[in-house]
């Protein structure tokens, strides 16, 4: 079993509609962080969070440490929000190196 | 305040031939990650570094792969004799020095083709 997991593998939503996706993660962790992969492309940092909730224009990352849970929310979503999101997590007491799940490729059709 | 830089970012090599990917971090971090992301997999950690100390080399295969942050200059990973499965994209991210800071800036990746 992996030590982060992700839902939905992928995501397929019209323009507008309200998106969730879900991470898992089975280790002590110092942090969770969302990224954002283009096709082709880099990797883009969206939220880093250890607790409670951050939002960064119609992004919305939250995160519950007991259940061992974050959610990433995408309001009013738009065909550029295409990408694969990606949820990692910091694991403690160590180097603080990134463990990755296997991302949610999402498409947002107009 | 540039990014995360590296190069080159496409790179192509014959199996047997060496492979030297460069990474220098954001100005100010002095810690290096290096990940490797294998096609139609996900990222994976291979190596974390700080100057001239490497101090985290799990993720790394025991042959053919090596990694250095040298005091001046980029961090260089260096794979000796590819094949065809090193064929990936390499990602290096940077953190800044201070303790308990750990957001990663990742650079743009090396696509690394092996023939």
């Known amino acids: 079993k992996n030590e982060v997991e992700q839902s939905p593998q992928n995501l397929t939503a019209q323009e507008g509609e309200f998106i969730t996706i879900n991470c898992s993660y089975s280790v002590g962790i110092s942090a969770l962080h969302w990224l954002q992969q283009h096709p082709g492309g880099g990797i883009v940092s969206l939220f880093m969070?250890?607790?409670g909730k951050k939002k960064h224009g119609r992004l919305i990352a939250t995160i519950n440490i007991q259940e061992k849970h974050s959610s990433l929310h995408i309001t009013a979503s738009h065909p550029r929000d295409s990408a694969v999101y990606i949820c990692a997590v910091s694991t403690q007491g160590g180097s603080e190196k990134l463990v990755f799940g296997k991302g949610t490729k999402l498409t947002v059709n107009p | 305040n540039a990014g995360v830089m590296q190069n080159p970012r496409h790179l192509v090599r014959r199996r047997g031939q060496e492979a030297r990917l460069r990474c220098s971090p954001m100005?100010?971090?002095?810690?290096v990650y290096w990940y490797r992301q294998l096609p139609e997999e996900g990222l994976k950690f291979m190596v974390y570094?700080?100057?001239?100390?490497?101090?985290?080399e799990s993720g790394m295969p025991k042959e053919r792969f090596s990694a250095e942050f040298p005091k001046e200059g980029p961090s260089i990973l260096r794979i000796q004799q590819v094949v065809r499965g090193d064929s990936a994209a390499y990602f290096c991210?940077?953190?800044?020095?201070?303790?308990?800071?750990?957001?990663?800036?990742f650079g743009p990746g090396t696509r690394l083709t092996v023939l």
């Open positions: 570094l700080q100057k001239e100390n490497i101090i985290d």
């Open positions: 969070l250890s607790s």
């Open positions: 100005k100010g971090h002095s810690h």
């Open positions: 991210a940077s953190s800044p020095s201070s303790p308990n800071y750990n957001e990663q800036f």
